[in-house]
């Protein structure tokens, strides 16, 4: 222990050069110093105010009793290892160790392990749980499923190594031997809570066809004990796996005595585990012996009804005509109807022959109609033929006048007069500078007659002829032309 009391320099006392100096780091230092080597290792009992989980994962919270509160701090390595899940107004026992913050100027304890404070505690947490998870309706009668009556695979959720699974296989093999698969958990202790409920949700994922079997049925087991000892089963978590198994679940866990939630969440409760066996199968025997019972009424009532049947059919047929009776006369009447068909089949068809005959006399011969056309064309042949040749002539006129039109506007007949038509090798010439030097020329004449030329640098003097002189045009040739002249 550090003693900070100020030490006697033989100067006056409560001077102030006599008193040390500290920083408030080495206040804090020595305070933090002084609480550890104290209060090293503690059992502190309170009630949890305050509860939270930081992000990190530590825990926080206050135990408080009626006259002080003390601030708590679990840290994230140590919380995956409580036994219990510290939750607001829980009492418990905290063990770890008192230091302080420097930080805040607080002290803390440093909890490493925590417990219930007594039996009480843990009724008063238990019923408290079970209030809440009632409340959120886990428990409701109508969230609960029928067990299947004879299911062909079972999983049980158990320790492997006690005898409760050796009491369940022999108890099933008495009654109906069935396929067993056993996912061993702890079911006490640290950790088995979390065990027991993934076990139940991995039954529960298992795919229907797969390698492994999906059971049919599940069964939570575990043999009797404390309160303390059947805790897991008490947990939320497997509260809520139980809840939330899509495939029925008997729980089995303790003695007759002994109540769990997980009880309240199952689809049945066996106050035994070697019960919840007998719960899960039939016995073999007494069902041979059953289907046995019901095969014999079955049949004894087969033949009574059979029997009565026949004696019902026997009366019944005593009221009836004989059929080979019914049958003679239903033939009789067949013949009867065939004969009336034929008979009138016979005279529907001369019927209707008698009325084609009747048509085709009233129809005249195609040869006279071919005779009544042809006469009836004589006459607009006659007046066709009248009328042909003058249409003829009009319309040779009008040609003929149309193809003196198109003569006159020739230039065949310009090239009579003594023009000539000038091509290049692009076409024809109609400018004097599109002609160069040496550049070959096609001139076309009157009558379709060609020469060539060549293209010189200067034009040619040539004297233009003289025209010719003009015949006497008659007047009364113009007179002979009814469309004029072009020219």
């Given at each position: 222990?550090?003693?900070?009391?100020?030490?006697?320099?033989?100067?006056?006392?409560?001077?102030?050069?006599?008193v040390?100096?500290?920083?408030?780091?080495?206040?804090?230092?020595?305070?933090?110093?002084?609480?550890?080597?104290?209060?090293e290792?503690?059992?502190?009992?309170?009630?949890?105010?305050?509860?939270?989980?930081?992000?990190?994962?530590?825990?926080?919270?206050?135990?408080?009793?009626e006259?002080?509160?003390?601030?708590?701090?679990?840290?994230?390595?140590?919380?995956?290892?409580?036994?219990?899940?510290?939750?607001?107004?829980?009492?418990?026992?905290?063990?770890?160790?008192?230091?302080?913050?420097?930080?805040?100027?607080?002290?803390?304890i440093?909890?490493?392990?925590?417990?219930?404070?007594?039996?009480?505690?843990?009724?008063?947490?238990?019923?408290?749980?079970?209030?809440?998870l009632?409340?959120?309706?886990?428990?409701?009668?109508?969230?609960?499923?029928a067990?299947?009556?004879?299911p062909?695979?079972?999983?049980?959720?158990?320790?492997?190594?006690?005898?409760?699974?050796?009491?369940?296989?022999?108890?099933?093999?008495?009654?109906?031997?069935?396929?067993?698969?056993?996912?061993?958990?702890?079911?006490?202790?640290?950790?088995?809570?979390?065990?027991?409920?993934?076990?139940?949700?991995?039954?529960?994922?298992?795919?229907?066809?797969?390698?492994?079997?999906?059971?049919?049925?599940?069964?939570?087991?575990?043999?009797?004990?404390?309160?303390?000892?059947?805790?897991?089963?008490?947990?939320?978590?497997?509260?809520?796996?139980?809840?939330?198994?899509?495939?029925?679940?008997?729980?089995?866990?303790?003695?007759?005595?002994?109540?769990?939630?997980?009880?309240?969440?199952?689809?049945r409760?066996?106050?035994?585990?070697?019960?919840?066996?007998?719960?899960?199968?039939?016995?073999?025997?007494?069902?041979?012996?059953?289907?046995?019972?019901?095969?014999?009424?079955?049949?004894?009532?087969?033949?009574?009804?059979?029997?009565?049947?026949?004696?019902?059919?026997?009366?019944?047929?005593?009221?009836?005509?004989?059929?080979k009776?019914?049958?003679?006369?239903?033939?009789?009447?067949?013949?009867?109807?065939?004969?009336?068909?034929?008979?009138?089949?016979?005279?529907?068809?001369?019927?209707?022959?008698?009325?084609?005959?009747?048509?085709?006399?009233?129809?005249?011969?195609?040869?006279?109609?071919?005779?009544?056309?042809?006469?009836?064309?004589?006459?607009?042949a006659?007046?066709?033929?009248?009328?042909?040749?003058?249409?003829?002539?009009?319309?040779?006129?009008?040609?003929?006048?149309l193809?003196?039109?198109?003569?006159?506007?020739?230039?065949?007949?310009?090239?009579?007069?003594?023009?000539?038509?000038?091509?290049?090798?692009?076409?024809?010439?109609?400018?004097?500078?599109?002609?160069?030097?040496?550049?070959?020329?096609d001139?076309?004449?009157?009558?379709?007659?060609?020469?060539?030329?060549?293209?010189?640098?200067?034009?040619?003097?040539?004297?233009?002829?003289?025209?010719?002189?003009?015949?006497?045009?008659?007047?009364?040739?113009?007179?002979?032309?009814?469309?004029?002249?072009?020219?």
């Amino acid at each position: 222990m550090t003693d900070f009391s100020p030490q006697d320099d033989g100067g006056p006392r409560g001077a102030p050069g006599n008193v040390p100096e500290f920083s408030v780091s080495e206040i804090s230092l020595a305070v933090k110093r002084t609480l550890e080597g104290t209060f090293e290792r503690v059992r502190v009992r309170g009630e949890i105010s305050g509860f939270k989980r930081a992000a990190s994962g530590h825990l926080y919270m206050a135990l408080k009793d009626e006259n002080a509160v003390l601030d708590a701090v679990c840290w994230r390595g140590t919380a995956g290892r409580l036994s219990i899940a510290p939750e607001d107004g829980m009492e418990v026992i905290a063990t770890g160790r008192v230091t302080s913050y420097p930080g805040r100027s607080k002290y803390q304890i440093v909890v490493e392990a925590l417990e219930l404070a007594g039996e009480g505690a843990l009724l008063k947490l238990l019923e408290d749980r079970r209030r809440k998870l009632a409340e959120e309706g886990l428990f409701d009668a109508a969230r609960k499923r029928a067990l299947p009556f004879l299911p062909e695979v079972i999983g049980v959720v158990t320790s492997p190594t006690g005898a409760v699974i050796r009491d369940i296989l022999h108890r099933l093999a008495d009654r109906f031997p069935r396929r067993v698969l056993v996912w061993p958990v702890l079911v006490q202790g640290e950790g088995a809570a979390k065990q027991v409920a993934a076990a139940i949700q991995g039954f529960n994922a298992l795919p229907k066809d797969g390698k492994v079997p999906r059971p049919d049925l599940l069964i939570v087991a575990r043999g009797g004990g404390s309160l303390e000892d059947l805790w897991a089963f008490n947990e939320e978590i497997v509260v809520r796996a139980a809840a939330e198994s899509a495939i029925p679940l008997i729980s089995a866990v303790g003695h007759e005595t002994d109540t769990t939630l997980i009880d309240y969440a199952a689809d049945r409760r066996a106050p035994t585990p070697t019960a919840a066996a007998e719960m899960a199968v039939p016995v073999r025997r007494e069902l041979l012996m059953l289907a046995g019972e019901l095969q014999r009424r079955l049949l004894g009532a087969a033949a009574r009804r059979v029997e009565e049947l026949r004696v019902e059919l026997l009366g019944l047929g005593r009221g009836l005509v004989d059929p080979k009776r019914l049958l003679e006369e239903m033939s009789q009447r067949l013949d009867d109807r065939a004969e009336r068909l034929k008979n009138c089949w016979i005279a529907f068809l001369r019927e209707r022959q008698a009325r084609v005959d009747h048509l085709r006399a009233s129809l005249p011969h195609p040869r006279q109609l071919l005779a009544v056309k042809a006469e009836q064309l004589t006459g607009p042949a006659g007046r066709l033929d009248s009328v042909r040749p003058r249409l003829l002539g009009e319309r040779q006129r009008d040609l003929d006048g149309l193809n003196r039109v198109l003569e006159s506007v020739s230039y065949k007949k310009v090239l009579q007069r003594g023009y000539a038509v000038v091509r290049g090798p692009d076409g024809a010439i109609t400018r004097a500078e599109q002609v160069t030097p040496g550049l070959a020329l096609d001139l076309e004449f009157a009558n379709d007659e060609h020469a060539t030329a060549v293209g010189g640098d200067r034009p040619v003097d040539v004297k233009p002829p003289k025209p010719a002189s003009k015949p006497a045009v008659k007047k009364k040739a113009e007179s002979d032309n009814p469309q004029g002249s072009l020219l």
